[in-house]
DNA sequence: CTGTTAGCGCATTCAG
DNA sequence: CTGAATGCGCTAACAG
């Protein structure tokens, strides 16, 4: 591999002329930029990654933080994954995979001590994540997917859920649709104040009043039995229900088992809307759901983006907040005729 | 952040004595070592990444290789991801996320010259698969998750397609199943030699063979209406199927709407077995489909220890097949009565 | 605009 | 068994 030095005898000038060329730190004559460049074409030069972060204290390198402890991991992780990486590689940064217990401080302080990233993106923030006070205590700049409770002031891109859950809202009622239940992830995870269930739920009631509807409101397990409970008990309070919002994939095949079971089809006697699931999910059912697929491309590649301009002091304003985008499938259709 | 010199001064040492502490290069007494542990306790001392990989000529990180183009990464591949980090986490190495288009021979050979990593795994890797006599050429050590059609004496693990159809059959048979039918990828991609379509069949027919069972074969393209397409086949050609092996997730909700509009019930007329999936896209089905797992925790741990063993010297055997292991969840039952 | 030089933090020769 | 001295490849003062 050839190295500065190289190129430098090439061109007939010190290594340093080159590295100022390379980076642009000083002003380098037209000239001798020109034939600093040919002589690195000539010899395939690529500046050596670990020499040039030694040198200049910056690697050049992002954490990628996500916890084992959670892995409700899914397609929307994966695409935070993807998209992370490529906006990474866009800005000349590599992304490195950090799998940490959540609350183990030793773990995150082990990893950030050995000088290899310089910031970290973390991925599943929970309403009071630990890494945080971690992360602030090493000094060691990151950006957030998700939201804390309190975390103002801190890099961060999340879900717009008032917005989301405003456009659901208002895609059922322009379909005549004026009883409308909300599905929530499970009343334990509500309670103990999970983003996504919390800023759900009130979005959900802000749009059903601004649209002057009616709203009913379950809680579900996230998984297929939690959903038919959930049906059965709302079908039982509130038969006259049009449609559903359901904010809980897991638990989608069993409120469409219980649906069936009841003789109700989608989308004739009922609507079904899947909200912050992602694509692939809504394509698994037939008919395929209608859904506000996450942005997750745009998570994914906000984040690291509003990290490394910070990290190139071209501070990010942070807290962004994306709407989920609508798709229509085949599960929300005209509200029946009332009876 | 302490560096070495630190600690060699509180230990009344020289850094090389440190040096050769840590990394057990060259006897120590015990006196001195103790004396210096203690010491690197005290400082809470790291060693330097980037320094220790440019002085030793190994950064002790591997790149991941994912492709863009087949992003229809799913939730398998996100485990090959955590877990191929965790593995390297164990192993003392990091994990870089590296997404290049697959015939990018440019793309690779930039990131690979810039000296970053040891080594790559490779995911999604194709019967004929460019990256990997790029690799070669650039002496870039490297694993594959998957096969090419001829690469012999390169270091892959492997679904193991023969163990895992024949453990799938052999359910089958012992349920009482006589005319069993495999639901392979489309033709198309049956034909373009993609491995695990090809090899997933081959297991299929050996397996039949074997119990003397009879087998039939279907081709479906990976979305719901190629699902439904097939099995309006199937049911036309040999309406006394009465079991199914599926090799195709995304056509799984076809299959399943179609068998429904033929009132054939699951698993009492029919019995569906899905193959090399994930148990989320199983438990997204009711009732739940019983399935021959992926390994995928395996594969993702051996891709980095066989790539890691390797790197120090250790070199590993590979080509290791692994079996899927079978599940047994709600969509297989006993033989329906023959009429 | 360009050259000279001193490190970055550590591994590893060579002496002792 | 330990210490002293080089250099990995590059950046960034400091001098012209």
Known sequence: MATIKDVARRAGVTISTVSYAINGTRPVSEKTRAVIFQAMDDLGYRPHAMARALASKRTRILALLFSPLERGLGLTELEFVTCAADAAKERGYHLVLWSTEIHDEEDIRHLSSQGLVDGAVLMEVQEDDPRIGFLQDLKLPFAMIGRTAAGEGLLSVDIDFGRTLSDAVDHLVGLGHQRIAFLNQSREVYDSGYGPAVRGLAGFEAAIQRA????????????????????????????????????????????????????????????????????????????????????????????????????????????????????????????????
Chains 1, 2 share one sequence.
Request: proline residues 8%; aromatic residues 4%; charged residues 20%.
């Open 212 to 339: 002057g509807a009616t709203g009913y409101r379950v809680f579900a397990h996230a998984n297929p039995a939690g959903g038919a409970d959930a049906i059965g008990e709302l079908m039982n309070d509130h038969p006259d229900v049009t449609a559903i919002v359901m904010m809980n994939d897991r638990a989608i095949p069993g409120v469409i088992q219980a649906l069936s079971e009841r003789s109700l089809t989608v989308p004739e006697d009922v609507s079904l809307l899947s909200v912050a699931s992602s694509p692939r999910v809504a394509e698994m059912f037939v008919p395929a759901l209608t859904s506000m697929d996450v942005p997750s491309e745009e998570l994914g590649r906000l984040s690291v983006e509003y990290l490394v301009s910070t990290l190139e002091d071209r501070p990010a304003e942070g807290g962004d907040l994306v709407p989920c985008t609508l798709v229509v499938r085949g599960s929300t259709g005209s509200a029946p005729q009332s009876l």
